[in-house]
């Protein structure tokens, strides 16, 4: 499930706000605390970002029912899945003439 890239083009960087840069800021600061805290208990096999709350990764069906959840909150309801939203912010930049959206979305 976890490995490098297919190609070394698949590597992407996205632009964020400074908002967004702040909350992943401080969520990590957090995770930090967390993993210091459970130290062995803390799954230190992979680096993400966005995990259990011990370094294990979400199952893709809790993923799906949480994405689920806040589409319907956000009044959403044509079906979109979750890779979607790659293709969705590539447009979305694309739309805005920014060069930078062929880095993130290469089917543009």
Do not use: W
Not at 32 to 48: F, N, P, R
């Amino acid at each position: 499930m976890f490995g490098p890239p297919k190609t070394e083009t698949s590597y992407r960087k996205i632009l964020i706000d400074e908002s967004l840069a702040a909350l992943l800021t401080r969520h990590i600061i957090k995770q930090k605390e967390i993993k210091l805290k459970l130290a062995d208990g803390y799954h230190k096999e992979t680096t993400l970002v966005f995990e259990r709350g011990n370094g294990l990764p979400y199952s893709k069906s809790t993923l799906h029912r949480a994405f689920i959840r806040i589409c319907r909150k956000a009044g959403i309801t044509k079906h979109i899945t979750i890779h979607g939203l790659r293709h969705t912010h590539g447009i979305l930049r694309s739309q805005q003439r920014s060069n930078y959206s062929r880095c993130i979305c290469p089917y543009l």
